[in-house]
């Protein structure tokens, strides 16, 4: 895509979130089948503003959905109900989501990013 | 009028297909966004969206990206108010003479103007007291950070009693902000709006309960939320949710509603109330105020809060 430069741009320029319409209003279609058009923040990465990164333990999580509500950042993929997983593309390691989680020992707990989730997984703590 | 999302409780809420995305600008922990979600995955309704030059303007369409999935207008620092003020009264003339595209016949599109305090309190302000005069059908909200965050931190008129901020430093002659809080949400019930109310993001329940009476209702809607900045209050960025519950529980931030510019509503009392010095310790904005030369404000501060909530007890009661 060629940008222009911020003086190109004329007042009144539109920029598109999807490459196509959809049938439905966004409301009604999950992220995996929206067109996300280039200019849509989604396509973009800020994983790279991380130090700590949450790592998730299915085994431990209840499901509440407490990390979902209150992830300011859209990363904490729920579907069905369910807690499926961490958007690394667009989490910024902010760490509300373990501060959240209520289970013991936590579903969520933030490990430094060099860490991998395998190993962070083999030293999660016992039930305090 | 559609029919209202059904939110019965977080898991069914957690089957939303958000409209707003990540890889925005706003900093980790940001408040804002938590609003906007929730406000946004609130309804199924088409939305027509704008914002206010503030944080959440700046930091969501830095060129070349949005991170909108609605229609979503960029506008000055005072008018996002009026901006979708046009965008209603347009949608409903257009309804009116039958001129609407087939793409947009029997849907309610939902009409939400977000600006910052700066943007609400001060420099837009009788911009939103026009839009509530002529009584167009749209929500306002103002993300109420007590700060102009976006530009560094300087006082606004939402700015509390003793708060530190860039100009009005606390330091060896001043103890930082001077002025008590305007009280905005009276003043936009004083319009006769049909409803306003503050919200808060960590009471989700109340804050989804409060958005989906606003959109069920015709007419200007204001809402008040609170947004925990980390940032410009100074605390670390996972706090966000425990500094919010400390503002609610300490009553600093209490959530009530009013309808028709008199029936007003409380509509969460803590189990526990908590003292206000707990709410300003967690803040590196107030911690001036922990000296022994200063720590009288925070006994006024708690009488403050008190005698506010004794207010608005009052008035709960009384049906006024
Ligand atoms: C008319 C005008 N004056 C000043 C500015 C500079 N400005 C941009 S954002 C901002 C602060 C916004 O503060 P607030 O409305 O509280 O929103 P926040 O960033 O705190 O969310 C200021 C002063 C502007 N864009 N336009
Ligand atoms: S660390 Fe912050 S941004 Fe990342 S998933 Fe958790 S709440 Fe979301
Ligand atoms: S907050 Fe914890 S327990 Fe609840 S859904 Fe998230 S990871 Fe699972
Ligand atoms: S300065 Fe405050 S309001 Fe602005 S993006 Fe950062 S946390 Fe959010
Ligand atoms: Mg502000």
């Not at chain 2, 199924?44 to 949005?66: F, H, K, R």
């Not at chain 2, 009005?168 to 002025?179: D, F, I, L």
């Amino acid at each position: 895509m060629k940008y222009l430069g911020w003086d190109e741009l004329l007042p009144g320029a539109i920029l598109f979130s999807f490459d196509e319409e959809m049938e439905k209003d966004a409301a009604e279609v999950l992220p995996e089948n929206r067109p996300y058009a280039e200019t849509n923040s989604y396509t973009a990465y800020v994983g790279d503003w991380r130090v700590l990164k949450p790592v998730y333990n299915r085994d431990l999580c209840i499901d509440c959905q407490f990390c979902w509500i209150y992830c300011p950042d859209v990363s904490i993929i729920s579907r069905d109900k369910k807690m499926i997983g961490v958007d690394y593309d667009h989490c910024k390691g902010c760490g509300i989501c373990v501060e959240v989680c209520p289970t013991n020992p936590k579903s969520l707990l933030m490990f430094e990013e060099q860490v991998e989730n395998e190993k962070a997984l083999a030293q999660w703590p016992e039930k305090e | 009028m559609s029919e209202m999302k059904k939110i019965k409780n977080l898991k069914e809420f957690s089957t939303s297909a958000d409209r707003f995305e990540g890889a925005n600008l706003l900093c980790p922990g940001c408040a804002h966004s938590i609003i906007v979600r929730e406000i946004l995955n609130a309804t199924n309704d088409p939305l027509i969206l704008s914002a206010s030059t503030g944080c959440l303007e700046v930091c969501t369409a830095v060129y070349p990206y949005t991170s909108w999935d609605a229609s979503w207008i960029h506008i000055g620092f005072e008018n996002s108010s009026t901006a979708i003020a046009g965008a209603e009264a347009m949608y409903k003339t257009l309804k009116r003479k039958d001129r609407l595209p087939e793409s947009c016949k029997g849907k309610s599109p939902k009409f939400v103007a977000f600006g910052g305090d700066g943007a609400t309190y001060d420099i837009g302000f009788q911009w939103i007291s026009g839009c509530f005069e002529r009584g167009h059908d749209m929500m306002y909200v103002c993300l109420d950070n007590e700060v102009y965050a976006n530009t560094g931190g300087q006082r606004s008129s939402a700015t509390p009693i003793g708060a530190s901020t860039t100009t009005s430093p606390a330091g060896r002659v001043s103890y930082g902000e001077k002025m008590n809080k305007k009280d905005m949400v009276q003043i936009m019930a004083a319009h006769g709006s049909p409803y306003v109310a503050q919200v808060a993001p960590n009471k989700w329940k109340d804050m989804i309960k409060k958005i989906q009476k606003g959109f069920a209702t015709e007419g200007p809607v204001y809402i008040n939320a609170m947004s925990a900045c980390t940032t410009e209050w100074k605390f670390a960025p996972d706090d966000t949710i425990a500094v919010s519950d400390l503002a609610v529980d300490s009553l600093v931030f209490p959530l009530y509603e009013i309808e028709n510019g008199t029936k007003l509503t409380i509509t969460y009392r803590p189990k526990n109330k908590i003292p206000v010095r707990d709410y300003l310790g967690a803040q590196g904005r107030f911690k001036h105020l922990f000296k022994p030369e200063y720590e009288y404000l925070i006994d006024e501060w708690q009488k403050r809060v008190d005698d506010y909530w004794e207010y608005l007890q009052r008035r709960e009661e009384a049906g006024v």
